[in-house]
């Protein structure tokens, strides 16, 4: 007879991000090597990732994955017996969150699953985290680690920054400084020669997608423009507006030297960068940076200032929307939709951007709030409430992290739609990102550090809001989580 005794777990004790619907039952199922799985069309797919990820065979109906019709595009439902696992779900999106239900017991419990039936799906479309592989390079083994911890925990977006001051890393064939001059930089704190970086290998860039895809994560590249350029810059010195030299930097911060406006071969470049981007990335996204671009090189620069007296522009503003906006027609033409920072909105009242591009807020709600007012769709990364991950879990100095702090209390909170949002606002908030920038993450550990919990609680947030309290309760629960999958997460003080 199955007996509820305390000291049984419950899957309700043991889910996380908290499903928004979970009836606790009598008993358990077991997971073992034997166990088979099996799947309706559809998820014949889904099936074989289960059997990888879960370690059994494909088979028999011990887990069975089913399909119906009419739930929403990622919900789930799961029913766990003492005999049977049932999934059922109208898409594949749906299967892999209810796989993933189950791997979490698993995982947490000792391939003992509690008994239980979940009614779940997610409350935003776009649950996203960022990956500076910039400043400090990632391995794809990493990367994979993380991408699979992420979905694990039903984070759908991973945000690739590929190209800053201080490296590029997407090969561009027919560029071949890209790879001699950009994809490094000098160590100059040593004084021997060393360099630092490489490019991702387009082998490498595609097992990463078909690692995430897996997961069912949609991969987004990052390709700054117009500011943070330095390293192109420093393999094409005609790129820029005083023609060089310009170096890879090695130090961080925000440079004066930027895209020159007025130079057409540079906008070939990125014609033909853009294109080769969107053929080997195969996801609908292409983010176009648009942060931190100061205006001072054109305002010297005379092909900068020809520009905008040939497109009747006003101010060196208008000059950045100008180029954003002939960069998003490169991201159009390939079939892409475009994503900025949310700088991409100054000084462009006037003039305008493409309906479609997506705006991502990150200097606070403000730029949120902009976008959705003119007919943006927003991605909220406010660095001032908790998705910059970079920052330290507390303020103090024997903390880790950099510029600022999110405190756990703060992701714990986090609403992508904070109350300063009109509904018409509400409307347009496609979901929500936690940030990772590099210039103080030297290792993969030390990544692991400044994102878990962290990440975890952002899921929630952007699964099934609850209230911090509520969230904070369970950091054992995460750490416990983290410990299963090998992750060095923050132990300490919950601030
Ligand atoms: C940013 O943090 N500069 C987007
Ligand atoms: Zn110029």
Excluded at 16 to 28: C, L
Excluded at 67 to 83: F, K, N, P, Q
Aim: include cysteine.
């Amino acid at each position: 007879m199955a007996m509820n005794t305390p000291h049984t777990l419950r899957a309700s004790d043991l889910l996380f991000p908290t499903p928004v619907s979970i009836e606790d039952r009598d008993g358990s199922y077991r997971l073992h090597s034997t166990t088979t799985i099996a799947a309706s069309p559809p998820f014949e797919e889904t099936a074989d990732t289960a059997a990888a990820l879960l370690g059994c065979k494909r088979g028999g109906e011990d887990i069975l994955f089913k399909h119906i019709e009419g739930l929403d595009d990622e919900e789930y439902r799961l029913s766990i017996s003492t005999v049977q696992v049932v999934i059922t779900a109208s898409t594949t999106r749906g299967a892999f969150h209810g796989l993933s239900a189950v791997r979490k017991l698993a995982l947490i419990n000792d391939n003992i699953l509690p008994a239980c039936r979940v009614c779940d799906k997610p409350a935003f479309v776009w649950r996203g985290f960022m990956l500076d592989c910039v400043r400090h390079f990632f391995s794809v083994d990493f990367i994979k680690k993380l991408i699979d911890a992420a979905s694990l925990f039903g984070l759908n977006r991973f945000h690739w920054h590929l190209t800053d001051d201080q490296g590029w890393r997407i090969p561009i064939d027919g560029w071949p400084k890209i790879e001699e001059i950009a994809s490094r930089r000098s160590e100059l704190q040593y004084n021997d020669g060393r360099t630092y970086g490489r490019l991702y290998t387009k082998e490498e860039i595609c097992e990463v997608q078909a690692y995430a895809h897996k997961r069912q994560m949609i991969v987004i590249p990052e390709v700054e423009t117009p500011g943070h350029v330095s390293a192109l810059l420093a393999a094409y010195p005609e790129f820029g507006c005083t023609g060089g030299p310009y170096e890879v930097q090695d130090r961080w911060g925000i440079f004066n030297e930027v895209l020159c406006a007025g130079n057409d071969a540079m906008l070939a470049f990125f014609e033909d960068a853009i294109a080769q981007v969107a053929t080997l990335f195969s996801d609908p996204y292409i983010h176009i940076g648009g942060d931190e671009c100061p205006q001072s090189a054109w305002e010297a620069c005379p092909k900068c200032q020809a520009r905008m007296k040939a497109e009747g522009l006003t101010g060196e503003h208008q000059l950045q929307s100008w180029l954003t906006s002939q960069i998003c027609a490169m991201v159009h033409k390939n079939g892409k939709r475009p994503i900025g920072w949310d700088e991409v909105l100054d000084g462009t009242e006037e003039m305008g951007l493409p309906d479609d591009l997506i705006v991502q807020s990150w200097q606070g709600i403000q730029g949120g709030l902009e976008a959705s007012r003119r007919g943006h769709q927003v991605i909220m990364s406010p660095n001032t409430v908790g998705c910059y991950l970079d920052y330290r879990h507390r303020d103090s100095a024997e903390e880790m992290g950099n510029l600022g702090v999110s405190t756990l209390r703060q992701v714990a909170s986090f609403t992508a739609t904070p109350p300063q949002m009109d509904e018409q606002a509400k409307s347009m908030v496609l979901g929500a990102q936690g940030n990772l920038w590099s210039e103080r993450v030297l290792s993969a550990r030390q990544a692991e550090y400044l994102l878990f919990p962290r990440l975890q609680l952002l899921a929630q947030q952007l699964w099934n809001p609850r209230e911090a309290d509520e969230n904070l309760n369970r950091i054992e629960l995460l750490t416990k989580y983290c410990e299963k999958l090998d992750i060095h997460c923050y132990r300490g003080a919950v601030e």
